[in-house]
Structure formats: structure tokens, C-alpha cells
């Protein structure tokens, strides 16, 4: 059926006026885009992303994300969101989890790490765990954090990652929008 498809798809395009290289070229991408895509999506650490290649046809690329590492992405993934900031009754900083979610899958628990940023603008290599079962509020200092979250408990797994500035001494509460 695949076959078929890619015949028609070759025919129109000859028929079409397109040159004999943009059709190669057509025929190639999509059948790297098929294959990848079929591949990819065994491959749950491996976000994929359409991006334009020098011939301005887009190409297939994945990264490989380790929540572990106090590196960041080449792009952020999903959404990360200080959504309120509040005061507590201890004064403390203190950053609570508002929402965790995939828009097409609905609440999901996560596991995260944060990275805070150095005076330098660097990641520093000490890391804060948050997560849905065992820390739900964490206290930390102040200031700006890079956060690399994925999900748990579903069948693959989706990214969260972003830079939050945590405000000092309320609870801010934060939205993960997992990709």
C-alpha cells in the first residue's frame, strides 16, 4: 500500500513539472521520513522534530534527553510555567506543583530535576529532584532554574523543559505542559 502511495505521490509530481532532482529529492525525504518516524517512535528518549534542512525541505531529526544530566536541550519541550506566586505562613521559598499534563493524554505524573543557574549564566551541576509521588513542595533558594521533567507511567514518554525564575519567600506554584 505504502508502495502504491509513494508511485502516485512520484507520478503527480512528474506530472506536475517538477524536476527529476525535486522529485528524487521528494521521494527520499519521505520514505527517511517514514522510516524515522516508525523508528523514532521506539525510541522514548528521543523527541523528534521537523526542521528545514540547507535545500529548505524539512528532515527528521532527534535529541536524546537525560533529566539526569545539568544540560540543556538544543530547544525547549512542552511548557514550563511559574503560574502564581503566594505568600506562606513560614516566609519560606517554597515551589509547588500546580498541574502536570499532556494535552492529549490529560494529568500525568512526572519526575524532574532543577539545575540552578549560575552568576555566569552556566547550569550548575547540583540538581533538586521534584516529582508527583514523593514531592509534591520542595524549599530552595531563590532565584533562576533550569527544570528538565518526563513523564511516568505512560507508554512513552514525553518532555518538559525550560528555564523558571522562583520568586523568594512565597510558594510558587508551577504548571508542567509535558511535549
Known amino acids: 500500500m505504502k508502495t502504491q502511495l509513494a508511485l502516485l505521490f512520484t507520478a503527480m509530481t512528474v506530472l506536475s513539472g517538477c524536476s527529476t ?3 528524487e ?7 527517511n521520513g517514514a522510516i524515522n518516524g516508525i523508528l523514532g517512535s521506539t525510541s522514548p528518549s528521543s523527541p523528534v522534530t521537523n526542521t528545514p ?3 529548505g525541505n524539512y ?7 537525560s533529566i539526569i544530566t545539568a544540560e540543556k536541550t538544543s530547544r525547549d519541550y512542552g511548557q514550563t510555567t511559574i503560574t502564581k506566586a503566594e505568600r506562606n505562613p513560614n516566609d519560606k521559598t517554597i515551589l509547588k ?3 502536570s499534563f499532556h494535552p492529549r493524554i490529560g494529568n500525568v505524573a512526572f519526575e524532574a530535576y532543577l539545575y540552578e543557574y549560575s552568576p555566569e549564566g552556566w547550569l550548575i551541576n547540583t540538581r533538586t529532584k521534584l516529582d508527583t509521588t514523593f514531592n509534591e513542595n520542595i524549599t530552595l533558594p531563590a532565584g533562576k532554574y533550569y527544570i528538565k521533567a518526563q513523564t511516568r507511567g505512560v507508554d512513552r514518554k514525553s518532555y518538559a523543559t525550560g528555564t523558571i525564575t ?3 519567600f512565597v510558594s510558587n506554584y508551577i504548571t508542567l505542559e509535558f511535549e
Not at 59 to 64: F, H, K, L, T
Open 53 to 55: 534542512n540547507q535545500s
Open 21 to 23: 532532482t525535486t522529485v
Open 166 to 168: 522562583i520568586d523568594p
Open 25 to 31: 529529492r521528494t521521494v527520499k525525504d519521505g520514505v
Open 97 to 99: 506543583i500546580e498541574r
Open 59 to 65: 528532515s527528521v531529526r532527534s535529541e536524546n534527553i
